[in-house]
């Protein structure tokens, strides 16, 4: 079992650009989530995915949008970078239903987006 | 509005030593909280999940307990080693599969 996967690992970019972050969920999860975490601080949580719709949302502005398809993939989309947007963006899945593990969330290893 | 706090937020302890990494939240309607391990840039390795229902959970030398009326967990680390040397952190669901919110941690290094 790979986990979930993200990529890439590393990125940088300067303002006003986009980026397009990837992730890829445990096998048998179906539901993938989005953090972002800033140097010394906790994750926040940007976003939801389940059956290619967005759940749940944080308190995030519209630059920050998604996508999941059909294989339970998700890509996270994020325009007109800010030097603030500066994080670690890590990538979590979980099953929705039918399991012991009660909604257990896997993180990924993160990517580390740099904005400059 | 859910809030999560964690003390100490920083911990130094000799090697072989137990603590006692401790949480707290607001809203003590959770449906389960969970910790999580995470190394320096890495992501989360998921440590314990409680549910609600229940009081505590164990995995190895790893313990950790809910009270929820009180809006409080602890994560306790038998004799700890330098392997443990990381930041800690716990987060909260409000709902089944929803979002986890989470403490800043507690970063925690072990000396030999």
């Known amino acids: 079992d790979a986990g979930v996967t993200q990529s890439p690992t590393h990125l940088i970019k300067t303002r006003g650009q986009q980026v397009t972050l990837r992730c890829s969920p445990k096998?048998?999860?179906?539901?993938v989530s989005w953090y972002q975490q800033a140097l010394g601080q906790g994750p926040q949580f940007i976003f939801q995915?389940?059956?290619?719709?967005?759940?749940q949302r944080g308190n995030f502005p519209d630059r920050f949008s998604g996508h999941q398809f059909p294989n339970y993939s998700s890509e996270l989309n994020v325009n007109a970078l800010l030097l603030g947007d500066s994080a670690l963006y890590l990538c979590?899945?979980?099953?929705?239903?039918?399991?012991?593990?009660?909604?257990?969330?896997?993180f990924g290893p993160g990517t580390r987006l740099t904005v400059l | 509005k859910q809030e999560v706090t964690q003390i100490p937020a920083a911990l130094s302890v000799p090697e072989g030593e137990n603590l006692v990494l401790n949480c707290s939240f607001t809203?003590?309607?959770?449906?389960?909280l969970q910790w999580f391990r995470q190394d320096p840039g890495k992501g989360l390795t998921s440590l314990l999940l409680?549910?609600?229902?229940?009081r505590e959970q164990t995995s190895g030398r790893l313990n950790a307990s809910l009270d929820k009326s009180s809006g409080r967990s602890t994560l306790y680390i038998a004799a700890s080693q330098p392997g443990d040397s990381a930041t800690y952190l716990c987060?909260?669901?409000?709902?089944?599969?929803?979002?986890?919110?989470f403490g800043k941690g507690t970063t925690l290094s072990v000396s030999s």
């Open positions: 979590a899945s979980s099953a929705s239903s039918g399991t012991s593990l009660y909604n257990e969330q896997f």
């Open positions: 096998s048998g999860h179906d539901t």
């Open positions: 987060a909260v669901s409000n709902q089944a599969g929803t979002a986890l919110i």
């Open positions: 409680i549910q609600s229902s229940q």
């Open positions: 995915y389940y059956e290619e719709e967005e759940r």
């Open positions: 809203d003590s309607a959770i449906y389960n």
